[in-house]
């Protein structure tokens, strides 16, 4: 069975950063985008950064400049390292990937989630 394991949320000052981590477990045969959403209280989940299996990347506005998503694909693992933390920025944020298990379909994972709080 595949499961997404994050981690790396936290509490942080604005202006400064955090480094969230997703590995990819059980038996896969191949993973194609990896991402990360975020939802706020009261607000529809909403993607963040994008990055596909040959390191294209894809942005938020509103993130652009400030975070980085990456990938190390020998460890089945998504990145994203915010910098320049604002208190908008808090949310509860979600890896996602698009994976290809052994023995069965492609589909869509999610992680559990990690709580990011960004004080003013």
């Given at each position: 069975q595949v499961q997404l394991v994050e981690?790396?949320?936290?509490?942080?000052?604005?202006?400064?950063?955090?480094?969230?981590?997703?590995?990819a477990l059980g038996n896969i045969f191949s993973i194609n985008d990896m991402g990360w959403y975020r939802q706020a209280p009261g607000k529809q989940r909403e993607l963040v950064a994008l990055?596909?299996?040959g390191g294209g990347t894809?942005?938020?506005d509103s993130v652009k400049g400030r975070?980085?998503?990456?990938?190390?694909?020998?460890?089945n693992?998504?990145?994203l390292q915010m910098n320049s933390l604002k208190p908008e920025d808090t949310a509860v944020y979600y890896c996602n990937a698009d994976i290809h298990p052994y023995n069965n379909y492609r589909q869509t994972?999610?992680?559990?989630?990690t709580q990011v709080t960004v004080s003013s």
């Open positions: 981690s790396g949320g936290g509490l942080v000052q604005a202006g400064g950063s955090l480094r969230l981590s997703c590995t990055i596909t299996n894809n942005y938020a975070f980085t998503i990456s990938r190390n694909n020998a460890k693992t998504v990145y994972y999610w992680g559990q989630g």
